[in-house]
């Protein structure tokens, strides 16, 4: 018989051969997948390898989480809907209602907010210490501590973690460590090879690397991922199909655009040493590692007009994100700051002169000009 209209528009007689070999992994966007039969079902629940829904999995979401795992040297690895939501994957993998977080008192601000606020209306509990002083992490560990977490490069001021005293410190104390690994990238540093359990991404930023993304990703011990996975699937935090595919067609250029980007950094963060209207440059250097991060932040001089400084930038835009292909600046004091009573930042040095720079892949002459004449017209 055949179809009538309506089901001629969704179902082809010809079965179309799918074994196509195609150069990239295509996009799975489906929300489920069929089975032939219900031993084929039977299979799926068996562990050969099929997908049900793409809640609990999906080819392209599970490439995400496997390619950033593999760079972390680390045996597994989820995808999420965004850096946070594999943030609380990680840390409710590992703590529970009545458990105790000991975090670092720079975290993202996102993060500082999930543990602070939502975290802990359920009762988990985070106490706040300057990870600079790892007596101060030791003290405030408690009979319920649970986890460690901290950033191997924090926002704004670019503080590089000691990342073996801190996994020292757990290994004492029996503690699990979580380490947001977002501005190094596992190019310039690897932190599940120091000893670290868990290592998480914003993947909006260079993981992804061209700002068209929202995503995240959490590596680490197969126990506490694979945890971490019944997180994503039972709160709904996955990242979609396509989001995932973005991500891993930016993630193939990683180490070509941190090369690119850490080079012009190192050049603006030496070229900005040398004005004498910029007080501070806060770029961290390693020579082994090539820099730590495309990442650099300046303190103005107070003879410099801000507002004209940022409006003298001209192709150089404001943006509230960072590690996209193109230079930006963020102002952290009225962005990602701008909770902190005013002590506290003060007495963190982020000021009204900070400036943070994510630098990109343009000409570094051009990048350097740039900076130069926004001083030199905002005096
Ligand atoms: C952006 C960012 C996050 C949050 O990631 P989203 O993808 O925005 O959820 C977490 N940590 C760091 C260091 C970040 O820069």
Do not use: C, M, Y
């Given at each position: 018989m055949r179809k009538h209209f309506e089901t001629e528009i969704l179902h082809e007689e010809k079965k179309r051969e799918r074994k196509f070999s195609s150069k990239v992994t295509p996009i799975y966007q489906t929300s489920a997948f069929t089975f032939k039969d219900l031993d084929d079902l039977e299979g799926f629940y068996q562990g050969n390898g099929s997908y049900l829904y793409s809640r609990t999995g999906n080819p392209n979401t599970d490439e995400l989480g496997e390619a950033v795992a593999r760079l972390e040297g680390a045996p597994a690895g989820v995808a999420a809907s965004s850096g946070l939501a594999a943030i609380l994957a990680g840390i409710l993998a590992v703590v529970k209602n009545g458990d105790h977080i000991v975090a670092a008192d720079d975290l993202y601000g996102g993060s500082y907010h999930m543990l602070e606020k939502e975290l802990n209306d359920f009762g988990i509990e985070t106490s706040f210490v300057?990870?600079?002083?790892q007596t101060q992490v030791e003290n405030a560990i408690k009979e319920n501590t649970k986890l460690l977490y901290t950033e191997s490069i924090s926002n704004p001021l670019l503080r590089v973690e000691d990342i073996e005293g801190v996994v020292q410190i757990a290994k004492k104390h029996g503690l699990i460590t979580l380490v947001d690994n977002t501005f190094a990238t596992p190019y310039h540093c690897r932190p599940y090879l120091m000893g670290v359990d868990l290592v998480v991404h914003s993947a909006t930023k260079y993981i992804g690397g061209h700002s068209d993304v929202i995503s995240g990703v959490l590596t680490g011990r197969e126990d506490i991922v694979a945890q971490a996975k019944t997180k994503v699937v039972n709160l709904g935090t996955n990242v979609s199909p396509f989001e995932a595919w973005l991500t891993v067609r930016g993630l193939k250029t990683l180490a070509l655009r941190m090369r690119a980007q850490s080079s012009n950094a190192r050049k603006l963060a030496e070229a900005l040493s040398?004005?004498?209207?910029?007080e501070k440059v806060y770029y961290p250097f390693d020579k082994d590692a090539e820099g730590y991060s495309a990442m650099v932040t300046i303190q103005l001089s107070k003879k410099v007009d801000i507002q004209q400084f940022f409006r003298s930038l001209s192709w150089i835009k404001i943006a509230?994100?960072?590690?996209?292909?193109e230079t930006t600046v963020s102002h952290p004091l009225m962005t990602?700051?701008?909770?902190?009573?005013q002590e506290v930042a003060e007495a963190l040095g982020i000021t009204k002169e900070v400036v943070r720079i994510s630098v990109g892949i343009e000409h570094a002459e051009d990048i350097i000009a740039q900076f130069e004449q926004a001083v030199e017209k905002s005096l």
């Open positions: 300057s990870f600079t002083d040398q004005n004498k209207f910029i509230p994100t960072l590690a996209g292909v990602s700051h701008r909770e902190l009573p």
